[in-house]
Each structure stands twice: as structure tokens, then as C-alpha cells.
């Protein structure tokens, strides 16, 4: 099992930005798909960004063109750039593999608050 924490979150302007981590407590080289999580208050997790070993991306249509996952191996670490912030990306974000996600195995999350 790898532990995963996720760090970065805050309370930012709308407009603003933010870059969020997550840092595995083993390598991630053998781990093909990496994702970020979100859930707003009252509302259900949703998935809104994936990586795969290769690079690959993808995103939920809602935050496309405005976040960036990436990752880098060396470190051990998945990472969420979120640029030009709305309020109805309030939310507390997770990372997580599609396997403990389905086991619903979370970390504690980071908050992100986009507020004026």
C-alpha cells in the first residue's frame, strides 16, 4: 500500500493560483495511473484530472485548459497546478490510485478555498 499526502491548498482570490502536491511514500515509477480528486461541500468526490506513467493526461471539462497534472517520479510526487481559480472550485482535493480509490482508501486531503 503507498501513503499519499497531499499538501499546497489555501485560500486564494478568484483569478488566482495555486500548485498542489502529493507526495507517495514509495516510488511511483510502478504506478501507471496517478489522479486528483475533488469534493465540494454537499457534493460527491469527482475526479477531474488523471496521469499516466507515460504522461498522458486528462481532464474533467470543467477544470481543462485552466489545470495541469503532472508528475515527477524522482521525487515521488503528483502535482496539481491550478491556475486562474473560481469559487466553485472550493473544495478539499485528494490524490489517489484507481485501485484505493475504489477500496475508498483517502488521505486527509488539502482544502483549497477561492474566495474574494
Known amino acids: 500500500q503507498v501513503q499519499l499526502v497531499e499538501s499546497g491548498g489555501g485560500l486564494v482570490q478568484p483569478g488566482g493560483s495555486l500548485r498542489l502536491s502529493c507526495a507517495a511514500s514509495?516510488?511511483?515509477?510502478?504506478?501507471?495511473?496517478m489522479r486528483w480528486y475533488r469534493q465540494a461541500p454537499g457534493k460527491q468526490r469527482e475526479l477531474i484530472a488523471t496521469?499516466?506513467?507515460?504522461?498522458?493526461?486528462t481532464y474533467v471539462d470543467s477544470v481543462k485548459g485552466r489545470f495541469t497534472i503532472s508528475r515527477d517520479s524522482a521525487k515521488n510526487t503528483v502535482y496539481l497546478q491550478m491556475n486562474s481559480l473560481r469559487p466553485e472550485d472550493t473544495a478539499v482535493y485528494y490524490c489517489?490510485?484507481?485501485?484505493?480509490?475504489?477500496?475508498?482508501?483517502w488521505g486527509q486531503g488539502t482544502q483549497v478555498t477561492v474566495s474574494s
Open positions: 489517489n490510485t484507481p485501485f484505493w480509490a475504489s477500496q475508498d482508501s
Open positions: 496521469i499516466t506513467s507515460g504522461g498522458y493526461t
Open positions: 514509495r516510488s511511483i515509477s510502478t504506478i501507471n495511473i
